[in-house]
């Protein structure tokens, strides 16, 4: 235990020039008011690594992931992005963002515009690209998602798990270096969590880097190369889907994972 008495956590090392690691924090804190509700999270994660982040609501996960593409802003400490201090005063904000794909619970999808139309906003606004450009990056990504034949749909046409699959097209069309997933399969029905879930384990396959906040157990032990367990705003544990599922050290874990398997 530590001096404060939360769990001992190997702390990752300093990130060295030519790392493999994309994303990192040190020492990340972010207070609301008198909550603390990050306090001292230090994180790596490598090119291909899919992360799965566990923990009982309320913990810290989902500020965790907004603070690591700056929609919060840390309260203290430093996070990098290919060795670069995107916390720094100076890191423009908008283009940390198109090289760090965030993917919600909610859709947020605009209502008025088709989902090709949803698309090559972001394409066009923040990378500056002409509309023959940004529709054909559009049209791919959909393709991808299975969704081609949609592009002229609103979004209200369309099954919760067709929209977080346009809202995940919409992350990827940006081209990003990390992709972070918000509990993506909770505002779905259960019978469409699976299509959702199905796209997450194929970017995994096919190496994008990713973080993903998730309730969905079984994904993260088939799918994650490791498994942050964050409990009161720490990262309590860490280790192997295996480590963490079957070989629990803490009793805070342990009890955790008796109430969710």
């Given at each position: ?26 020492g ?13 999270v ?103 998602m ?56 194929s ?16 994904f ?20 192997t ?21």
């Open positions: 235990m530590t001096a404060s008495g939360s769990p001992e956590v190997d702390a990752p090392s300093a990130v060295s020039p030519g790392s493999d690691v994309v994303l990192s924090a040190r990340l804190r972010k207070t609301f008011g008198t909550l603390e509700v990050l306090r001292g230090d994180i790596d994660v490598r090119r291909a690594e899919t992360v799965c982040v566990i923990g009982a609501s309320g913990s810290g996960k989902s500020t965790l992931l907004r603070c690591l593409n700056l929609l919060e802003r840390p309260s203290s400490g430093s996070i990098f992005l290919e060795g670069s201090e995107i916390t720094s005063t100076k890191a423009n904000v908008d283009d940390v963002r198109t090289r760090i794909g965030m993917v919600f619970q909610q859709f947020n999808l605009f209502p008025h515009m088709s989902v090709e139309a949803n698309l090559m906003l972001a394409l066009r606004k923040v990378r500056k690209l002409d509309a023959a450009t940004a529709k054909e990056i559009a049209t791919a990504r959909l393709s991808e299975g969704l081609a034949e949609k592009a002229t749909w609103r979004p209200a046409q369309l099954s919760g798990g067709q929209q977080q699959r346009v809202a995940i097209a919409r992350a990827l069309a940006m081209e990003p270096k990390v992709m972070l997933f918000d509990e993506a399969t909770s505002a779905l029905d259960p019978e469409l969590v699976k299509e959702v879930l199905e796209v997450m384990r970017l995994a396959r096919r190496g994008m880097t990713m973080v993903v906040v998730t309730h969905e157990m079984g993260a032990r088939e799918v994650a190369d490791r498994v942050l367990f964050v409990d009161g705003g720490l990262i309590a544990e860490s280790g889907p295996s480590e963490i599922f079957t070989q629990p050290r803490t009793d805070r874990l342990r009890s955790f994972l008796s109430r969710v398997l």
